[in-house]
């Protein structure tokens, strides 16, 4: 027994546990609190899809907080994929903040041009008193 | 809390907030709410093939993979809005701003 102890190899065990013990450090810690954030604000926005009552408020909510979250997102596992500051992982975090500039530019114009083709092709917003109308229907 | 079970609680958060999305695209009352939903879906797919590639350590391959759904995302969602807007022109004399057009007949 004591033989077959001593031949195995166990050292893949102490690997194990230091890896495990050095795998979060302060810039994942940071990436950790970056992609919460960005999930609490896509919380936000998916509830507003489902609850708001209105296509314009619906995608007030959407195009707000979707863009925001990404944003969010993306930069907080930019960090956590940054391991050490070598070329290539710089390289990679470089490619994840392209993803982020280009989300940051092309999702409020799509936004916009979807506002617009909703606008022009007569999507009728909800005015004020439309909601007390509701509920006394609702009532009755 | 490890990096991996947070990058995996990620994802699944990711799927999860996508299901009001999909709701929406399910029973939207115009085709434009559908459009939204669809847009949203679209750049959290790029955010989630993101997180994917974290899990896996290969993000130098998957991150390519998100940059070209972005884009093809954004350049669907531009081609289905000029599809859809009806490209009349505006009324010159009463600009439309508080009072919508008439409901034009379903399609």
Redesign the interface.
Same mark, same amino acid.
């Given at each position: 027994m004591s033989m077959l102890l001593e031949t195995f190899d166990w050292s893949f065990l102490a690997e194990a546990a230091t890896g495990?013990v050095s795998?979060?450090s302060v810039l994942?810690v940071v990436g950790?609190i970056l992609?919460t954030i960005g999930?609490v604000f896509?919380?936000g926005?998916?509830?507003g899809?489902?609850r708001f009552p209105d296509?314009y408020t619906?995608?007030h909510a959407?195009g707000k907080g979707?863009?925001l979250s990404?944003l969010l997102?993306?930069a907080g596992?930019g960090l956590? %994929?940054l391991e050490d500051f070598s070329a290539?992982g710089l390289l990679?975090v470089v490619? =994840?903040l392209?993803?982020v500039l280009?989300?940051m530019l %092309?999702?409020p114009?799509? %936004?916009h041009?979807?506002m617009?083709?909703?606008f @022009?092709?007569? =999507? @009728?917003?909800v005015v004020k008193g439309d909601a007390k109308v509701k509920k006394k229907e609702a009532r009755k | 809390m490890t990096t991996e079970g947070f990058t995996v609680f990620t994802g699944a958060a990711l799927f999860v907030l996508m299901l009001p999305a999909l709701y929406r695209v399910t029973v939207g009352p115009t085709s434009f709410d559908r459009l939204v939903a669809v847009n949203v879906i679209g750049t959290k797919t790029a955010v989630l093939l993101v997180v994917i590639g974290t899990l896996f350590g290969r993000l130098d391959m998957f991150v390519d993979f998100a940059l070209a759904y972005a884009l093809l995302n954004f350049m669907a969602s531009l081609a289905v809005a000029r599809y859809l807007n009806r490209t009349r022109p505006m009324p010159r004399k009463k600009p439309s701003g508080r009072k919508p057009r008439k409901k034009p007949a379903k399609a």
């Open positions: 495990m795998a979060v994942d950790m992609a999930l896509f919380l926005a998916a509830v899809l489902y296509f619906r995608m959407a979707d863009t990404s997102i993306l596992f956590i %994929t290539v990679l490619k =994840v392209a993803i280009f989300i %092309t999702s114009t799509s %936004t041009a979807l617009r083709a909703g @022009e092709d007569g =999507v @009728e917003p | -």
